[in-house]
């Protein structure tokens, strides 16, 4: 599976940006999609992630009610939107695919080339 991300940028506190996730290769709805992040000398974070089809998502507790996960299946696409951001969700954001739902990074198979998000205050 090819992933490519797109749509982070500069926004203000508070301020909303929806990132994008098309994949490529092999058929998209076999796999589990995770959200990772990693902001300048921090180790890659887990932000959530979005069962097979779609029903069941999972998100870490520093963004719960902020992003919300999708997928449509029908076009190979998951999609990160972000509201209320905040200068510390400043990361280049990535895309994952796996096979398990897991909030673990080891557990995803492929990556996409990540999507910078800066956030000013």
């Known amino acids: 599976v090819q992933l490519q991300a797109s749509g982070g940028g500069l926004v203000q506190t508070g301020g909303s940006l929806r990132l994008s996730c098309a994949a490529s290769?092999?058929?998209?709805?076999?796999?589990?999609l995770g959200w990772f992040r990693q902001a300048p000398g921090k180790e890659r974070e887990f932000v959530g992630t979005?069962?097979?089809?779609?029903?069941?998502?999972v998100y870490v507790d520093s963004v719960k009610g902020r992003f919300t996960i999708s997928r449509e299946n029908e076009k190979n696409t998951v999609y990160l939107q972000m509201n209320s951001l905040k200068p510390e969700d400043t990361a280049v954001y990535y895309c994952?695919?796996?096979?398990?739902?897991?909030?673990?990074?080891?557990?995803?198979?492929?990556w996409g080339q990540g999507t910078l998000v800066t956030v000013s205050s």
């Open positions: 994952a695919a796996g096979g398990s739902y897991s909030h673990h990074k080891d557990h995803y198979l492929y």
């Open positions: 290769g092999r058929t998209f709805s076999n796999y589990v």
């Open positions: 979005i069962s097979w089809s779609g029903s069941s998502t």
